[in-house]
């Protein structure tokens, strides 16, 4: 039987550097989609500093300490944060009225843009409610930050105990 259709020799659809090219388009497209820049660390622009976690005892609270500084053009808005270190963990301010020093749960800390704010005792601090068994002095548990935008950051926050500031 003759051979209506002659076999042509393989040749790639691509060039080495058309691959390359493509490889580079995926790569970027996957992290557009997801949000990070190409070559950046995830949040490279809002960043968390010198985290660390206050343990008293595990029937009481603890409260967290950091540095939130936003190097973007715009203010941020923490909204909220979690660890498996805390059975809840929320923004709280201390106040000192007329000698007596007060706290109270915030619904959102603002960062303005180009700006920091330290979280610290006597002032804006997290609120580690239920301490879990994982909350040990000397360890390190990773603490989220959520912002109005959607965006979360993870870091590590050290775990100290009481008499330390």
Known sequence: MARIFQEAPYKPLFGRDDRRACTKLAITLCSLLMGVTVGQAVASDVSVANGWLRFIVPDRPAAGYFDLDN???????????????CGQLMLHQSHNVNGVETMAPVQSVEVPAHKSVSFT?????????????????????????????????????????????
């Open 71 to 85: 190097s973007t053009d715009t203010a941020i808005k923490l909204v909220g944060a979690s660890s498996p270190g």
């Open 121 to 165: 005792p006597g002032g804006y601090h997290l609120m580690c409610m239920s301490p879990t068994a994982r909350l040990l002095p000397g360890t390190s548990v990773p603490v989220t930050l959520k912002f109005a935008n959607g965006r979360t950051i993870t870091a590590e926050f050290t775990v100290r105990g009481a008499n330390t500031k």
